[in-house]
């Protein structure tokens, strides 16, 4: 009874979860583009003798990077980069830090065409060895920056693309149907306005939003906590996800405008070419092989959203489709990531 007790006025405290990280070193470390990497100095050496391909983790825009090393360590699997690592795999993580009001004028080209080729060009520098070439993955908006990446820095040298949970087309996201035909009317220049006025979306705003995408998850918090009382590992996991959500940094004002007009309002994207910032890209062109996963029950990008790269991508040497149902985290991180994402991750590596 006070041992329960104790254990419940510890989560509402937020000291249960220990606030633990993967052994990592920062290799660079600029404003918008941290790159850490991952693993002890012994796996490092082992990637480098075996010239294991490493991979160049990008994180969604307004997501902490943090979302790769989730509770390391615990039961079941949390952390990407643990799982990375267990692979004989060296992981990289691009860090963009938090966006304020002087980050205003950020847009998707500054991460496609600088942040993200920087971030690669100094991991193939780092790591030294193998064939000087990266994986690079990004879930959500992250496999949408490293999508856009490959397409227009086809120089840069990386070896397949992979994304967990990102949408490809917006037509076919049903959550966006009412906002497209709100913005359709007006070109989306009041809320574009709005967004550069105030520098973009501020993170409360963010944070905000991503919880109410798993509303139930919040009003069953109560009874998920009594119901796991006894089982410390869910409870860390729960403790990790809330400081996750709550470290949600903002979108910069031209991004989001970027994002309401170029992939809401006219799917450009889905229709393969985008016009970003002085940029054209032709996702149509990519050619190195892509690796994308999607699910039925994610409540932020559908189904038909991350699969659509099948049809889109036509320029690709080979795109490969994974249905894993679970949420939109959980695509990435957590039990049914363990069983199913990252095995399938893990395969389609070893065959490139």
């Known amino acids: 009874m006070f041992s329960d007790l104790r254990t419940i006025a510890r989560v509402l405290r937020d000291d249960f979860a220990p606030r633990t990280a993967s052994e990592s070193v920062v290799v660079v470390d600029r404003p918008h583009g941290r790159l850490r990497?991952?693993?002890?100095?012994?796996?490092?050496d082992d990637a480098r003798a075996a010239g294991t391909v490493p991979v160049v983790l990008v994180p969604p825009l307004a997501v902490p990077a943090s979302c790769y090393d989730l509770a390391p360590g615990a039961f079941p699997a949390n952390s990407v980069v643990e799982f990375l690592l267990s692979t004989g795999t060296i992981p990289y993580v691009v860090d963009f830090g938090d966006v304020g009001y002087a980050d205003r004028h950020l847009g998707f080209d500054d991460y496609f065409d600088t942040?993200?080729?920087r971030a690669i060009a100094d991991a193939v520098d780092d790591f030294r060895a193998g064939p000087d070439a990266v994986d690079l993955m990004g879930w959500s908006l992250g496999g949408t920056v490293s999508i856009l990446t490959a397409a227009y820095r086809k120089e840069l040298p990386i070896r397949s693309v992979i994304t967990v949970g990102t949408p490809l087309n917006y037509m076919k996201m049903p959550m966006y149907s009412a906002v497209r035909k709100l913005l359709r009317l007006v070109g989306g220049q009041p809320l574009?306005?709005?967004?550069?006025?105030?520098?973009?979306?501020?993170?409360?705003?963010?944070?905000?939003?991503?919880?109410?995408?798993?509303?139930?998850?919040?009003?069953?918090?109560?009874?998920?906590?009594?119901?796991n009382i006894d089982d410390h590992d869910a409870l860390i996991r729960m403790q990790v996800?809330?400081?996750?959500?709550?470290?949600?940094?903002?979108?910069p004002?031209?991004?989001?405008?970027?994002?309401?007009?170029n992939l809401v309002i006219r799917n450009e994207i889905g229709e393969g070419v985008l016009h970003l910032g002085g940029h054209t890209v032709d996702v149509r062109t990519l050619t190195a092989p892509v690796f994308t996963v999607g699910s039925h029950r994610d409540a932020i990008v559908s189904h038909a959203a991350a699969a659509y790269g099948q049809e889109l991508l036509t320029g690709s040497a080979h795109v490969e489709f994974h249905t894993v149902e679970s949420s939109h985290l959980g695509l990435l991180t957590?039990?049914?990531?363990?069983?199913?994402?990252w095995p399938a991750i893990a395969a389609f590596r070893a065959s490139l």
């Open 241 to 251: 996800i809330d400081r996750f959500q709550d470290s949600m940094p903002g979108y």
């Open 334 to 341: 957590g039990p049914d990531a363990a069983a199913h994402t």
């Open 37 to 44: 990497r991952y693993g002890t100095a012994q796996q490092l």
């Open 253 to 261: 004002g031209r991004l989001t405008e970027q994002m309401l007009v």
């Open 192 to 227: 574009g306005a709005i967004a550069r006025a105030i520098g973009g979306i501020p993170a409360p705003l963010v944070q905000l939003s991503y919880r109410a995408t798993s509303w139930q998850r919040e009003l069953r918090k109560p009874k998920y906590i009594l119901d």
């Open 115 to 117: 942040f993200v080729p």
